[in-house]
C-alpha cells in the first residue's frame, strides 16, 4: 500500500518562496510518476506539475519558469520548489503518485499554501 505524505506549506508574502516535500513510503517507487496536484477555494483540482522515474517534467504553463520538481529515487522522496509565488498560487496542494496505465492514483492528504501580505 502507498502512502504520502506532504510537508513544506505555509504562509508566505507575494514573491516569496516555499518548498514542499512529498514523502512515499511503499513498494517499486521507481515506477510511479509522480506529481502535485492544487485546489484552491471554490475551483477544482489543477494538475501543477509531474516528473517520471526519468526526471522528465511537465509544468502547468502557469507556474513554468517559477516552480521546479524533482525527486531522489534512492530517499523516495518528490520536492517541489515555488518561487515568484503569487496570490493566486494559493491554494491545498497534494501530491500524486500513479503507476502510468494503472488507472490508480494515490493522494496524500494535502498542504496549505497561502500567498498574501
Known amino acids: 500500500q502507498v502512502q504520502l505524505v506532504e510537508s513544506g506549506g505555509g504562509l508566505v508574502q507575494p514573491g516569496g518562496s516555499l518548498r514542499l516535500s512529498c514523502a512515499f513510503s511503499g513498494r517499486n517507487f521507481n515506477f510511479y510518476v509522480m506529481g502535485w496536484y492544487r485546489q484552491a477555494p471554490g475551483k477544482q483540482r489543477e494538475l501543477v506539475t509531474t516528473?517520471?522515474?526519468?526526471?522528465?517534467?511537465n509544468y502547468l504553463d502557469s507556474v513554468k519558469g517559477r516552480f521546479t520538481l524533482s525527486r531522489d529515487n534512492a530517499k523516495r522522496m518528490v520536492y517541489l520548489q515555488m518561487n515568484g509565488l503569487k496570490p493566486e498560487d494559493t491554494a491545498v496542494y497534494y501530491c500524486?503518485?500513479?503507476?502510468?496505465?494503472?488507472?490508480?492514483?494515490?493522494w496524500g492528504p494535502g498542504t496549505q499554501v497561502t500567498v498574501s501580505s
Open positions: 500524486n503518485a500513479e503507476i502510468p496505465g494503472s488507472f490508480r492514483p494515490y
Open positions: 516528473i517520471t522515474s526519468a526526471d522528465a517534467t
